[in-house]
Nanobody, 115 residues
Framework: QVQLQESGPGLVKPPQTLSLSCTSS????????VGWHRQPPGKQRDLVAA???????EYADSVKGRFSISRNNAERTQYLYMNSLKLEDTAVYYC?????????WGQGTQVTVSS
């Protein structure tokens, strides 16, 4: 059984910084792409950042230049570094991992940005 464990939750003020981590466990032989989605209150879940096994990154326009995704393959951990946080970054953040078995999701962690 594959499980993803996220850090958090986090409560910060704008424009503070917050980092999230997500560690995969279970019988995984290969991790391909990893990434993060988020779901603000009353809105749909959308992609925040993605990182391919080859190192290609993708970011939502709203977070470009502020957020950064990275991974440590040996530790099966991915990170989301969030800088210059804004009120509109408040959301539940979900990590995902693509493996040879398919895509798995974390349980979600609340990030609240409030002045």
């Amino acid at each position: 059984q594959v499980q993803l464990q996220e850090s958090g939750p986090g409560l910060v003020k704008p424009p503070q910084t917050l980092s999230l981590s997500c560690t995969s466990s279970g019988n995984i032989r290969r991790i391909d792409a990893v990434g993060w989605h988020r779901q603000p209150p009353g809105k749909q879940r959308d992609l925040v950042a993605a990182l391919s096994s080859g190192g290609t990154t993708e970011y939502a326009d709203s977070v470009k230049g502020r957020f950064s995704i990275s991974r440590n393959n040996a530790e099966r951990t991915q990170y989301l570094y969030m800088n210059s946080l804004k009120l509109e970054d408040t959301a539940v953040y979900y990590c995902y991992t693509d493996t040879e078995l398919g895509r798995y999701w974390g349980q979600g962690t609340q990030v609240t940005v409030s002045s």
